[in-house]
């Protein structure tokens, strides 16, 4: 008797969409935009800034899972391996900080045939491996001030060296282009640029060649990192070797995991964006390509929430703010935020 009553009201739900509806919520479940922001490397804090952006515009936009992944070394067969695996899942959209501007391309490209949205940001893929690539700022401009914050710092004179992330570091590789640009300037003729380094975006790595170049060159006056990683572990180990003051420590550095150096006087000045403005401005590009607002067309205006339009320029390159330059008067400030 039970049972029958069961299938009799069973039959009854069907019948007036009680299970209908449960499709219908499953079926919105299903439908959430699935997006990765993939970093260079695992525990670098600029990445988590990033992701901090991408959650807050997830919330505002609704409907979106955004989950953060990143190989355990800053490598370009790490990124690949994880990229493979988010096609394999059917994600909507990734964007990419890339570790190598090439080889990223064809894994890329197989996502896209797969219908999966790439974009590139802070690290650029090669045109054919994403649609739009959305730089922090102009590189030429950031270059070319790594050079300047330098040469405040040492009275432009003096030897310089460049401790960058890897060697296939797509932004970082830019930005070395064109401090090679400014340091050819006749203002900076008493200056040398001696060497360049790769600490890999690995603290221990970035230590250990920090100091290899104090002991290399007895008149270094300055290393200029443009890299959060390669800076904090600069500023330690010129600390450590005593020679604060000695040696100038500049960059692109969090202010966050900097505030103690630059209060002390390790590294006097140095620059960045906000990391949370770009990986809230990823998303909302990203929300828009899997929705089909956004095409990466040349001139197209991008709204990006309280980013505002961000402009897509030739090549699908858009820019945003300009890095901004931290020293004991602002530190304190930002350092609460990122
Ligand atoms: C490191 C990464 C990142 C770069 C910043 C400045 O965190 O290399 O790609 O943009 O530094």
Redesign the pocket.
């Known amino acids: 008797m039970k049972k029958a009553l069961l299938i009799v009201l069973i039959a009854a739900m069907v019948l007036t969409g009680v299970f209908a509806q449960g499709t219908k919520e499953s079926a919105t479940m299903a439908g959430e935009k699935q997006i990765v922001i993939l970093g260079?490397s695992m525990g670098?804090g600029?990445?988590d800034a990033v992701f901090k952006g991408s959650e807050e515009a997830a919330a505002e936009l609704g409907g979106i899972k955004t989950t953060y992944m990143a190989p355990p070394q800053a490598t370009a067969e790490g990124q690949i391996e994880i990229i493979e695996s988010l096609i394999a899942q059917k994600v909507s959209g990734i964007a990419i900080?890339a570790n190598d501007a090439d080889a990223l391309i064809p894994v890329a490209k197989k996502a896209m045939a797969a219908g999966i949205k790439v974009i590139s940001y802070?690290?650029g893929i090669n045109p054919g491996g994403r649609t739009i690539d959305l730089l922090?700022s102009n590189p030429e401009l950031i270059g070319r001030q790594q050079i300047q914050l330098a040469a405040e710092l040492t009275n432009y004179t003096g030897d310089v060296a460049v401790l960058s992330?890897s060697a296939q570091?797509t932004?970082?590789n830019l930005w070395i282009e064109w401090m090679k640009e400014e340091i050819k300037k006749p203002e900076y003729s008493k200056m040398k640029l001696v060497e360049v380094v790769y600490g890999d975006?690995a603290p221990d790595k970035s230590y250990r060649e920090a100091n290899a170049l104090m002991q290399k060159y007895s008149n270094l006056k300055a290393i200029i990192c443009?890299?959060?990683?390669g800076l904090l572990a600069t500023a330690q180990a010129v600390k450590d070797a005593g020679k604060t003051g000695v040696v100038e420590v500049t960059g692109?550095g969090l202010p966050s995991e900097m505030k103690g150096y630059i209060l002390d006087g390790t590294c006097r000045q140095m620059a960045?964006w906000n990391p949370i403005d770009l990986g809230y401005s990823s998303t909302y590009i990203l929300n828009g390509m899997i929705e089909g607002t956004v095409t990466g067309a040349t001139g197209e205006a991008i709204s990006a929430g309280r980013m505002g339009d961000i402009k897509v320029e030739d090549n699908g390159i858009a820019f945003m703010s300009t890095p901004y330059v931290f020293n004991k008067d602002n530190i304190e400030k930002f350092a609460a935020i990122y």
């Open positions: 260079k670098n600029f990445f900080s802070d690290s922090p992330a570091a932004n970082q975006d443009p890299t959060t990683v692109l960045l």
